[in-house]
Nanobody, 124 residues
Framework: VQLQASGGGLVQAGDSLRLSCAAS????????LGWFRQAPGKEREFVGA????????RYADSVKGRFSISRDNAKNTVNLQMNSLKPEDTAVYYC??????????????????WGRGTLVTVSS
């Protein structure tokens, strides 16, 4: 599966932003989709994930209550809605796909497919 993230940009603290990830492949619904981010000088960090059916999600504590993930298996897309953005949310955001099933792991090594990142910059 090939992935392409989009929707990044420069926003102010408190604003909202919606990232999208488009995927190719006919078996999209069999993959767990995850979002990760990497800030300058830091390791890649788990943001959240959604199960193949879209019923189950999980989030990192740092974004819980502010971010939400949804997917449309008919359109092969997954979205990351980010609300109440903070300067510390500034990072390159990546979407990734895992065939491990379940609700998704926070371990990036369990994701075998990665898209190019999209930069989100939150100014204070």
């Amino acid at each position: 599966v090939q992935l392409q993230a989009s929707g990044g940009g420069l926003v102010q603290a408190g604003d909202s932003l919606r990232l999208s990830c488009a995927a190719s492949g006919r078996t999209f619904s069999t993959y767990v989709l995850g979002w990760f981010r990497q800030a300058p000088g830091k390791e890649r960090e788990f943001v959240g994930a959604i199960s193949g059916s879209g019923v189950s999600t999980r989030y990192a504590d740092s974004v819980k209550g502010r971010f939400s993930i949804s997917r449309d298996n008919a359109k092969n897309t997954v979205n990351l809605q980010m609300n109440s953005l903070k300067p510390e949310d500034t990072a390159v955001y990546y979407c990734a796909a895992s065939s491990w099933g379940g609700v998704g792991s926070s371990n990036p090594t369990t994701y075998g497919y990665w898209g190019r990142g999209t930069l989100v910059t939150v100014s204070s």
